[in-house]
């Protein structure tokens, strides 16, 4: 029963489909546009097994069609047909179909499967009728050897068939599901140009594979060019906003560089803003000292005017005494003077005579008497003078 499972999961288990409708044939010489599907099986892992390619020709083709083909079938009538050096001929009196099968066995893409049954790697015989927690790991990338013009234009559908009465908490976060009565259907799509990594997991019970299905298409969007035209005006607006939006970011990268460097000689003349304020702050603390010592000196100043002018009073009062002192020195001189005439007016009349002796003495005693008297006044003014000392 178990082997009866593998077989036909490895006969519909994976199938890729190409349709490529840019294959030509010749006829009389001109080159045909043919329609082309390569059926391709796949192993469990992903590998290439079997290419087989079928093309088709309108009624009233005649020519030959070209492949490396190991054996070829008509599909349309009963005839055989001749293949030679690579060369196939059809003379298609109605619609015409045949298929070859290719020796080469590569394809325009790179497909990897691994599957897993509770986090650990199956092969396809222990996958089959098991139970327990599925999941697929599923990749697909451009074979960067095979003709770059199918991954460049075509697009990839992947997708897998599961029997809703064998799994449950199907998930497929990059995938689509859907659902067509009892199979359900995980579809992975990758791009032109595009490959893609995909996961799937479900819970399975006696799980029996479902049909896996790989379709390469052509990128044909059906779209209707005169409808749009009206929204081409608006296309080349939002061109050059998005021009301006460009030099705009730009702009704005200055002004941000400009802000980084407006903040760092901010950050700097904070640094020297707070370094004043310390010195600002150590001034304010020596003029707060200098202000007690400016009061004191005010003070001491204060109290040097009032000594300063009771200096004055004293001078004044010294000034006043000098002056009576030079007055009393005047009137003393004048004395000594009138006496010391006298005096030598005696001596004078002493030498004169004898006979006038008696009168000369007389006169002599007097002149002594008012040179004393002057000598006298003149002693006393001295004291009264500024700066006299007495002898001790």
Do not use: C
């Not at 006298?342 to 005693?365: C, F, P, R």
């Amino acid at each position: 029963m178990k082997r009866n499972y593998i077989k036909r999961m490895l006969s519909i288990f994976l199938i890729v489909a190409m349709l490529s409708p840019i294959s030509y044939a010749m006829d009389s010489g001109n080159k045909l546009k043919k329609e082309e599907i390569v059926y391709a099986k796949l192993s469990f892992e992903g590998k290439s097994d079997l290419l087989i390619g079928v093309s088709g020709f309108p009624k009233g083709f005649q020519g030959y069609d070209y492949g490396d083909f190991s054996e070829i079938v008509n599909l349309s009538t009963p005839e055989e047909l001749a293949y030679d050096k690579g060369r196939v001929k059809i003379d298609a009196k109605e619609n015409f179909y045949y298929q070859g099968k290719l020796t080469a066995k590569e394809l325009p893409w790179i497909v990897s499967m691994k599957w897993t049954l509770d986090g650990k790697p199956v092969t396809e015989e222990e996958l089959l009728g098991s139970s327990g927690h599925l999941e697929l790991f599923y990749d697909i990338k451009p074979n960067p050897t095979a003709n770059p013009k199918y991954y460049e234009y075509f697009v990839v559908q992947s997708s897998f068939q599961f029997n809703v009465d064998q799994i449950s908490n199907l998930v497929a976060p990059e995938g689509t599901l859907a659902a067509a009565g009892s199979i359900k259907m995980v579809n992975f799509m990758s791009l032109p140009g595009k490959g893609g990594s995909y996961t799937l997991e479900a819970d399975v019970q006696n799980y029996e594979p479902g049909m896996v299905q790989i379709a390469a298409l052509p990128l044909n969007l059906a779209l209707d060019l005169s409808e749009i035209t009206e929204y081409t005006e608006e296309l080349k607006t939002l061109e050059m906003a998005i021009a301006e939006l460009n030099g705009g970011t730009w702009e704005f990268l200055d002004g941000l560089y400009q802000i980084k460097e407006g903040a760092a000689a901010y950050s700097d003349g904070g640094s020297e803003l707070l370094g004043g304020s310390e010195q600002l702050s150590q001034g304010l603390y020596e003029i707060s000292g200098g202000s007690s010592q400016i009061s004191d000196g005010l003070g001491e100043l204060s109290q040097g005017m009032s000594e300063f002018e009771e200096g004055i009073l004293l001078l004044t009062g010294g000034l006043d005494e000098f002056g009576e002192g030079i007055k009393l020195l005047d009137e003393g001189s004048s004395a000594f003077t009138q006496g010391l005439l006298l005096y030598l007016q005696g001596v004078e009349e002493l030498s004169g005579g004898i006979h006038q002796t008696s009168q000369g003495s007389k006169d002599l005693a007097l002149g002594v008497q008012m040179l004393g008297d002057g000598l006298y006044q003149l002693v006393v003014a001295g004291k009264g003078a500024p700066g006299h000392v007495d002898d001790p």
